[in-house]
């Protein structure tokens, strides 16, 4: 079992940036698939994106790629969102969550979930 803690959100003015940190608990962290989730007032949870076990092979939702970046450190337990050139629609909760399932954007494959950190997008 893992568990997740987010932080790094905030409230940012539209073409800000953010990184979002994502610490998880245990000593297998590297064993386990991770992705980040987001979710606006009123709408489904969504996929963001996606990293493999050892970070070489990633996945984007199309409203964020090329504005956002996962990354890991494994060696620190740690994901990472690197999000740029933010927009009032990336408002949202955003989660981190951990699968033993191979690279995934379906989220009812993921097992694990941290509490959300809140992104405020300012226009």
């Known amino acids: 079992q893992v568990q997740l803690v987010e932080s790094g959100g905030g409230l940012v003015q539209a073409g800000g940036s953010l990184r979002l940190s994502c610490a998880a608990s245990g000593r297998t962290f590297s064993i386990y698939v991770m992705g980040w989730f987001r979710q606006a007032p009123g709408k489904e949870r969504e996929f963001v994106a996606t990293?493999?076990?050892?970070?070489?092979?990633?996945d984007y939702a199309d409203s964020v790629k090329g504005r956002f970046t996962i990354s890991r450190d494994n060696a620190k337990n740690t994901v990472y969102l690197q999000m740029n050139s933010l927009k009032p629609e990336d408002t949202a909760v955003y989660y981190c969550?951990?699968?033993?399932?191979?690279?995934?954007?379906?989220?009812?494959?993921?097992?694990?979930w941290g509490q959300g950190t809140q992104v405020t997008v300012s226009s």
């Open positions: 990293i493999s076990r050892g970070g070489g092979s990633t």
């Open positions: 969550a951990a699968t033993r399932s191979v690279r995934t954007v379906v989220r009812t494959l993921y097992d694990y």
